[in-house]
């Protein structure tokens, strides 16, 4: 009788491109810029043109189309502006600054909620966790 002893291997593999749902993009340094992109800080003026901006990264190693989405809220949390662009794409680990228009029509403090999701309106599905941004009126 010959007994022979086979050797069991166990492989496992994760693919480069496998990130959890919310993984998938980053959104980095919110910020108020003016038409021209330069930095307004925190605080601004009642009627002032601002563009709500921020970097969007696309952290896959394939190409996602994107929807940018921002939502200001007034004090007593009432969405006082919706807006977004959708049909960006963005390549395999490209970074993107990518921003929104608002006009403040009264004082106060703000938050502006900035979400990046795909399948917008329809579908939609988030990308990452929404970032805010802290805005000052006067």
């Known amino acids: 009788m010959v007994l022979a002893v086979l050797p ?3 492989i496992s593999f994760v693919p480069a491109f496998a990130l959890i749902e919310l993984e998938r993009v980053s959104i980095i340094d919110p ?3 003016n038409v021209f992109g330069v ?3 925190n605080s601004i003026n009642v009627d002032q043109q601002v563009q709500i901006s921020s970097d969007v990264i696309n952290n896959q190693e394939k190409s996602q189309k994107i929807a ?3 939502q200001v809220k007034n004090e007593k949390d009432f969405v006082v502006s919706i807006g977004w662009v ?3 794409e963005l390549n395999p680990h490209q970074k993107f600054e990518q921003s929104l228009s608002w006009i403040p029509k009264e004082s106060g403090k703000f ?4 979400f990046v999701w795909e ?3 329809v579908n939609h599905k988030a990308l990452t966790e929404y970032t805010t941004l802290q805005i000052s009126v006067s």
Do not use: D
């Open 8 to 10: 069991i291997l166990a």
């Open 31 to 33: 910020k108020l810029v």
């Open 39 to 41: 930095s307004l800080g």
């Open 68 to 70: 940018y989405l921002v």
């Open 86 to 88: 959708v049909g960006v």
């Open 111 to 114: 938050t502006a909620e900035i």
């Open 119 to 121: 399948g917008f309106p």
